[in-house]
């Protein structure tokens, strides 16, 4: 029972630290974006962002965030809608932080990240298929105290080795680039020093994701302290291979991912709730040799039962494995001597050896489901236990707040009475000096200069505030009705659309950008097409395709015209003859005009002369 009660103690310790809920806390709005891309399409899959990025989004969960959005395997569209929607949750927050697993490239000092439908067959494909690191930046920009990018994405790039050079001269590095925050309050966490590549581990998760989960959540550590222990631990991990790195600055005062508690009243919690934290830093590892420093380092109390369930149920897979791999073995052996006819006796004695290793791996396996079942229950009855711990506590803080409001009830109604009065005088002190100040008092053109104005920051007006209610005010404020849900008269600048619009605190019109361009946050960006493309009817980038020589219609009209020309000329002149012909050496012709042809009498008598003719002329 004593036992009991001091784990019971030990749990209550850590759940006041990990999962307590205090003023501080509800006074800070902290939202994160949790994005880990493993299925590449183009290249090998990475098998530890996607469980790095749900170990770091239950972090963050456990620390108590507003906010966390976790995406898995992102295309680059989705990538872009992924920080376009995070960065108006950033607007109202105070802390913003993003963290991305998976596939970075650094081109000519500028660092990217790589969705998973990249393909990146030349350098120049950067700037089309992947996001750069400034749109994270700027994503985590509108957060009032403080803005953190973490980069686990310094792998050895693939996509490296394969890619074409457009420019010989262009720089691809090893890593990614160093990089310095211009923003204040900003900090880039990456997992590697700048030109370096980080390393997977062996296990579920990679050594910084393991780090940072461990260090990250302490509640009022600074984060530079913080982000020095995820330093110290990945280097020991990874025998001083891999040194994580951090860029940007703070300010004097301590800034803490997960604010510190208040002292509470009351009895102080034992100060041994590390073992609870080594306890569920051993279950995430889950080896033997884990499990048998933690029973070493505690000998004995709750946490170490536990432990020695888990390392209990590890030796039972290890023999259940051992009696496999014998049987396996048994089996192959009389599966030998049966091809080679050995004698009977020795194939009797290979099948008893198969069946009694048969024999070894069943009650090996049925210790091993037994084992589980035990470690299974005792992880539920700490779990149950952590929640009856967690549910006092609740009950009790309750009880305590409540006792507190009664005894400050009376202390803050005087309060209010007088923060109430002193605002009734301020307001009538504002409206005695300035009165000119009032919307009553602004003229018609004012009115509509000042809500052209509000329509253009929202991004419903494109053109300028120039007081003159026209059409294509109308139409704008036609517009912001229709994306606002709400219902003023177009036709009139009323204060009413005003103060609406004021309250809008960012663009409210969908920006419509012209042919050539597309949409990059608040701005239209014209699309670069790589070298043989072009952009096509829909705004996407298409091969050009070889033109084949067409004939024009100038063309064919010119050689109708020679035709006609041709055609319609006189032939030249002709000499006559007698329509006889005459051939003789050097070939036939027509007998010429006047002539005619005889016969040779003369040599009628020679045979080889007979019949001959001749052209007689007069």
Not at 519 to 547: L, P, Q, S
Request: aromatic share 6%; with cysteine; charged share 30%.
């Amino acid at each position: 029972m004593r036992l009991r009660l001091f784990g019971l103690l030990i749990v209550a310790t850590w759940l006041s630290t990990w999962l307590g809920t205090s003023s501080a806390l509800a006074a800070e709005r902290r939202v994160a974006l949790v994005m880990g891309n493993s299925a590449y399409k183009n290249v090998g899959r990475l098998a530890n962002p996607v469980n790095d990025a749900a170990l770091v989004g239950d972090m963050f969960k456990k620390a108590s965030f507003d906010s966390v959005d976790i995406k898995l395997d992102l295309n680059v569209a989705q990538m872009r809608k992924a920080l376009r929607e995070f960065g108006g949750k950033a607007r109202d927050a105070d802390v913003a932080v993003i963290y991305y697993a998976g596939h970075g490239i650094e081109l000519d000092g500028t660092n990217y990240l790589i969705p998973t439908d990249a393909t990146l067959e030349t350098d120049s494909d950067v700037l089309d298929e992947t996001l750069p690191l400034d749109r994270a930046l700027f994503a985590v920009e509108p957060a009032k105290q403080l803005r953190l990018v973490i980069l686990d994405a310094c792998r050895d790039n693939p996509f490296a080795k394969t890619m074409k050079r457009t420019i010989a001269a262009r720089s691809i590095g090893r890593g990614l680039a160093k990089v310095e925050p211009t923003g204040p309050n900003t900090m880039i966490a990456f997992a590697a020093k700048a030109g370096s590549t980080a390393s997977d581990g062996d296990a579920k998760n990679s050594p910084f994701a393991t780090a940072l989960v461990e260090r990250l959540p302490m509640p009022g550590l600074d984060l530079r302290k913080a982000f020095g222990f995820v330093r110290d631990d990945v280097l020991k991990t990874t025998g001083y291979q891999q040194e994580p790195y951090v860029y940007g600055s703070l300010g004097g005062d301590d800034v803490s991912l997960v604010p510190a508690k208040p002292a509470a009243a009351g009895p102080q919690a034992n100060p041994d709730s590390e073992i609870r934290r080594d306890y569920e830093l051993a279950l995430q590892i889950g080896t033997r040799d884990v499990w048998s420093s933690f029973i070493n380092r505690y000998p004995s109390g709750f946490y170490t039962d536990l432990a020695k369930g888990q390392l209990s149920k590890i030796v039972a897979e290890e023999a259940r494995a051992a009696a496999a791999e014998k049987a396996r073995l048994a089996e192959d052996e009389k599966a030998r001597l049966a091809t080679e006819r050995a004698k009977k006796v020795e194939q009797e004695k290979a099948a008893a050896a198969a069946q009694a290793a048969e024999n070894a791996r069943i009650a090996a396996e049925k210790a091993k489901q037994i084992e589980e079942t035990k470690a299974a229950a005792a992880e539920q009855r700490r779990k149950d236990a952590e929640a009856a711990i967690a549910k006092a506590q609740a009950a009790e803080k309750a009880l305590a707040d409540k006792i507190a409001n009664d005894k400050a009830a009376p202390e803050l109604a005087a309060k209010q009475a007088a923060e109430d009065a002193k605002a009734r005088e301020n307001e009538q002190k504002v409206a005695a000096v300035a009165p000119t100040s009032s919307p009553s008092s602004l003229s018609p053109q004012e009115t509509a200069k000042q809500v052209q104005s509000e329509l253009r920051r929202v991004g419903c007006l494109a053109s300028d505030a120039d007081g003159d209610w026209n059409a294509a005010s109308q139409r704008s404020l036609a517009l912001f009705n229709k994306h606002a849900g709400t219902t003023f008269d177009a036709k009139l600048a009323s204060f009413e659309a005003l103060d609406a619009i004021k309250a809008k605190p960012g663009r409210v019109c969908p920006l419509v950008c012209d042919h050539g361009f597309k949409a990059d946050g608040d701005a239209c960006v014209k699309i670069a097409c790589r070298a043989g493309y072009r952009v096509n009817d829909e705004n996407e980038c298409e091969k050009v395709r070889d033109k084949k020589p067409i004939a024009t219609r100038e063309d064919a009209k010119k050689q109708d015209t020679e035709r006609k020309q041709k055609e319609s000329a006189p032939t030249a002149p002709q000499a006559k003859s007698s329509g006889q012909i005459y051939c003789g050496q050097a070939g036939c012709r027509p007998v010429r005009s006047g002539c005619r042809l005889e016969e040779d009498r003369a040599g009628r008598n020679n045979a080889l002369m007979s019949g001959r003719m001749l052209e007689v002329c007069n």
